[in-house]
């Protein structure tokens, strides 16, 4: 989102988010990350540790004792972790059926809608950072073809380059109650483009 303040301001004529000069008045640069929910994201799960207990926790890992012997965690940092998950309502924390003497950790509703992201991650260090395809593959269950790489679509389905975006305020979004039609929604649609049928969240060939 930092990189953002040198892209965009607010026309605060046209209520428009324009591109403009990385000269931009500060209080503009304000108004934009003030209205931004990335930082209370970043709050909940930004960090290391909690994204590698997510991916644990989308491939069937639930239990304290299989989050430390299988991340290599220390355990005060684990429970850390653990604890800010829940406060977040991204994991809930229950008696296990299996062994009620256990405590099982499970993805919420809230931490499931967190699964294209650790996909779009995975994604971005294959091809930026590691440079070779991961290994196992994450595929579609029906089909057993790889999900199809994580893009920007609009409303339609059509990937969306930067250039093709545009921030406006919400009284000027298409199909908003009361107000003009506007194409700048639509070009904000962030969806998981996968090939044949959704990802099941919690299916056993999830994100490595």
């Not at 988010?17 to 209370?40: G, Y």
Request: aromatic fraction near 6%; proline fraction near 7%; glycine fraction near 6%.
């Amino acid at each position: 989102m930092v990189a953002l303040r040198n892209w965009f301001c607010l026309d605060t004529v046209s209520k428009k988010w324009v591109m403009s000069p990385p000269d931009m008045k500060s209080d503009q640069h304000k108004e934009l990350l003030n209205n931004c929910s990335l930082p209370a994201a970043l709050e909940a799960v930004g960090e290391r540790w909690s994204f590698l207990i997510l991916r644990g926790t989308f491939n069937g890992l639930h239990h304290f004792e299989e989050f430390q012997s299988t991340l290599g965690i220390a355990r005060n940092i684990l429970s850390n972790r653990l604890a800010r998950l829940v406060e977040h309502d991204i994991l809930t924390r229950e008696p296990d059926p299996a062994d009620r003497r256990k405590v099982a950790y499970r993805l919420t509703p809230k931490g499931r809608a967190l699964l294209p992201v650790l996909v779009a991650l995975r994604q971005w260090g294959e091809r930026w950072v590691s440079g070779v395809p991961s290994n196992p593959v994450l595929v579609d269950r029906s089909s057993r073809m790889p999900v199809a790489p994580m893009t920007v679509q609009a409303a339609d389905g059509r990937p969306l380059s930067l250039s093709e975006l545009d921030w406006v305020d919400r009284s000027e979004v298409c199909g908003a109650s009361g107000s003009a039609s506007s194409p700048g929604e639509d070009r904000r649609t962030t969806q998981a483009a996968t090939a044949g049928a959704p990802v099941r969240s919690e299916a056993s060939s999830s994100s490595s």
